[in-house]
């Protein structure tokens, strides 16, 4: 495990370690944002097998940048990295480093637990927990030993309103979980994730088992908790990338390709492979 | 937003300590892990002993001797280890065929059917029946209506036993066989007995195999129905109508006679059990495995 | 290539084979064979009931209820009752489930969890395995040159300075309900540990990736999620672990002591249904086999209702597990 980190200060965002075209963040994120994720020189390996050539990246807080690629480019392996969750999985390696807040999350002294508790997490499939609605949202604070009821009925409340799935659920609070509908399931996950005051929420593809219309209310959940959350959200839906992200990054084959403006990312982008992605050439 | 507060990012949340959560986990994953080894033990202890205590007797005389009379020496148990083949084999002569027969009917001729379903809820029903119910059958049916104990009736109670351990993985054989197998035999104008008989038995014969070693190996190490049924006997078998010697029962009975060379006699006769019943299991595994791959 | 099949010239000649299929022209001997076997199989089913109660009949109509709440077992006298077998059948199978179950759901968790290499983790299971192959009478017999004597020693240090409580109450022998439920519990430790194990094993993955991304640590995740998940079947392991230590026989009839007698100390000798059956049918004659029977009925009642529950529980498990997949 190396811990090179060097600097937080603001570098100019290098697209691929190897085709670097320096650009500035600015127009898009004030300067005075410092709240960003850092990825340093980012290797990951599977055994032997390396799928992320060192990516170098800096995400802005309170934005949503989305990852887009074909399947298989190392997006979802990446945000898997960013909470460490790629630790579960036996023989995985990385080089370089990500830093959060200028800590490095590999840092002996950054607790794995304290780590995911700062960085939510929904899946791309639905997983509610076999228990109460209630049950579910509260889950983080009662493991973390938080058992003031006061305060974990406000917390189930904030959360869900958030959600925006306080008044579907609110009279059934302690019904099963599994009882809810796809698209439900899926934003009490939301709730879940941000039940314990995060600051950033990974998001792993989280509509691509839902329906059109479930589709259209968690983005819109996630457009409306940009204002509190910086969001990373991995997709394969093009058109959800361009409606909920001020940023983009274009992966291919392990390698960051582009990183920028959603609008320019889908307009003009600079890139050939970007360009061929976007409009349906492969992928 | 929560501003970070103490050291770093992510040092602990407030609440409960990282440190007190992170001593509950080794706890809690070491507490598992003794529990586990802890069952260990008895494991060991039996294997241990049954060996050490029986292991000084095995000869051949073991095996083609009578037990010696109360308070004597020498000799050792041929007639049980005779007693409990026949009686193995006479559970198997009953039991295979009525097992693998409707097996085949509620696989290959009727899945959904009254019959099948009553089939299949008949064997888990006797899959959950004590073994002792299976002896108090037998001689209900068989010793009080000959009003002989005999190695028929211990046959019987075994048959009844292993019955269902026959039927069901006889069932799970069959339902491994590939579908396509089946349409290609039909495909080409096969009858559905010159299917099941040419093609799908044969191929799901390892299986079965399993199931028929892993019944042996119960029926050879139970009891209790044998106990009433065909009872014991200090002689040879000659016929299959007189009660007849087991290896599970002279152990029982030896057990609780004061006699030690007895009690070694029964520690010997449980190390050839015990081995009888894991080599067969082993052997059972075996034949299977090839086909899983 | 072979030219003809089944006798008929592959070459069309002029005239077709007739289109009926062949098993509709001749009948299937061998599907009679199969649905005799299977009628025999279902017959064989009411044959065993039938049987025990009819032989049970003349001590049904003798005695009825009374001989469930009866206390008194001596055949001399005539006099039949089996509540305290019965309730030795309980006790013992309830304590050797109280003592099972905590020692089989750590290893289903064990064999479940990456705590160790997966080498240790398969001998693990091997000698789980392996202990459900072991024969009851072996078991028997290790119990009355190992459990017993420990159990006298153990138990008077017990009864010596827990006396005073009935269910240590001396004097503490070592033929016991102790010696019987420990090595009970032995004997159902695989029955427990197979089923948590396959119910621990299909809780999906993604609940503990839920989990661990909220912060949780492992124990966490496993008591907060898996377990509960896992329950219904864990519930059904226990369950139908009772089914099982209240139908085993000679193991509990070498080391149960075989007292017919009322005592609420767990070190004084009781007896079981099946351990009275494997006890006493081969000697009995006239009524007392009847009431043999009569106690081989209830035997049967009592594990068919456990064994019934527990596979419903189980179901219901499959059923509830198969929304999250």
Redesign the interface.
Known sequence: MSNDYTSSEAHPIQVSHETARPYELSDVVPPSETNFIKVDDFRFFYGKKEVLHGINLEIPSRRVTSFIGPSGCGKSTLLRNFNRMNELIPGVRHEGDITIHGTSIFDPSVEVIALRRRIGMVFQKSNPFPMSIYGNIVYPLRIAGQGDRSMLDETVERCLRSAALWDEVKDRLHESALGLSGGQMQRLCIARAIASRPEILLMDEPCSALDPIATAKVEELIIELKRDFTIIIVTHNMHQASRVSELTAFFYLGNLVEFDETRKIFTNPSKLQTEEYITGRFG | ??K?ES??????????T?FY??L??RF??G???A??????F??I??VI??IRNGLPLISMNLFTQLSPAPGLEGGGFGNAIMGTLVMVCISLLLAV???I??A???N??APVSP??S??RF?????T??????C???A???VV?TSQH?SAIAGGVALA?LI?PII?LTSEQALMGVSVSYREASYG??A???QT??RIVLPDAMPAIMTGIMLAV?RA?????PV??TA?FSQNWITSVFEPTASL?VL??NF??LPYAYHIKL??SA?LV??TL??LT?ILAQMIFSPKQR | MRTRIGGVPILNTGTLSPLTPEYRRNPDFFKGACQLACILTILLLAFIFGEILLKAWPAIHQFGFGFITGTQWSPNRGVFGVLPVLIGTVESSFLALLVALPLGLSIALFISEDFLPNSLRQFIRFVVELLAAIPSVVYGLWGVFVVIPLVQKYGTILSDHFGFLPLFAGPAYGNSLLTASLVLALMVLPTITAISRSSLVVVPYSLREGSYALGATRWETILGVILPTASPGIVASAILAFGRAMGETMAVAMLIGNSQRLSWSLLSPSNTLSALLANQFSEADGIQISALMYAAALLVALTLVVNIAGAMVLRQTQRATSVLR
């Open positions: 937003m929560m970070p050291r770093h990012f992510f040092s602990s949340p407030k609440g409960k990282s959560r992170m509950r986990n809690l994953t507490l598992c892990i529990l586990s080894l802890l069952t260990l008895p494991l202890s039996i002993l049954v065929p009525l097992g027969l409707s085949v009917y509620i290959e001729y019959v099948s009553a089939v008949v064997a888990k029903l006797l959950g029946i004590p073994s002792i119910i002896g108090v059958f001689f209900a049916a009080m104990f009844i019955l039927l080409v104008g009858t559905p007995f099941i008989w190996s050879a190490g139970e009891t209790a106990l009433f009872l599970s152990i029982y057990a609780s029964a520690w449980s059990l015990v019943v894991t299991n």
